[in-house]
């Protein structure tokens, strides 16, 4: 049974940083890609970064680039969003998901993505 669960979200001011952390069991970790999304209220869910199974590559959403930092740990089946200098509109439930791929799919679309977590909240207050 694959389980993929999230933690680390919060109430945060603008310009403060959180880190979010997955965890995947079932799976064979260092053999999917993994990404962050987030859905905020009234709005799709949107990719924010993708990071492929070796950590060569990684890639950012526009609104996201110089200011999160994706990352795994394969060894503890971990993976990791750094968000720094956040801002009111990065508030959003923040899912983190696994593809059977050992890259990333272009423009990391949401049905493209095998498993789920239930999703972390991240609020930014101004």
């Known amino acids: 049974q694959v389980q993929v669960e999230e933690s680390g979200g919060g109430l945060v001011q603008a310009g403060g940083s959180l880190r979010l952390s997955c965890t995947a069991s079932?799976?064979?970790?260092?053999?999917?890609?993994m990404g962050w999304f987030r859905q905020a209220p009234g709005k799709q869910n949107d990719g924010v970064a993708c990071?492929?199974?070796?950590?060569?590559?990684?890639f950012y959403a526009r609104s996201a680039k110089g200011r999160f930092t994706i990352s795994r740990f394969n060894a503890n089946n971990t993976l990791y969003l750094q968000m720094n200098n956040l801002k009111p509109e990065d508030t959003a439930i923040y899912f983190c998901?696994?593809?059977?791929?050992?890259?990333?799919?272009?423009?990391?679309?949401?049905?493209?993505?095998?498993?789920w977590g239930q999703g972390t909240q991240v609020t930014v207050s101004s």
């Open positions: 998901a696994a593809v059977s791929f050992g890259w990333c799919p272009p423009g990391q679309k949401e049905e493209d993505f095998h498993f």
């Open positions: 079932g799976i064979n970790f260092d053999e999917y890609s």
């Open positions: 990071i492929d199974w070796s950590s060569t590559h990684t």
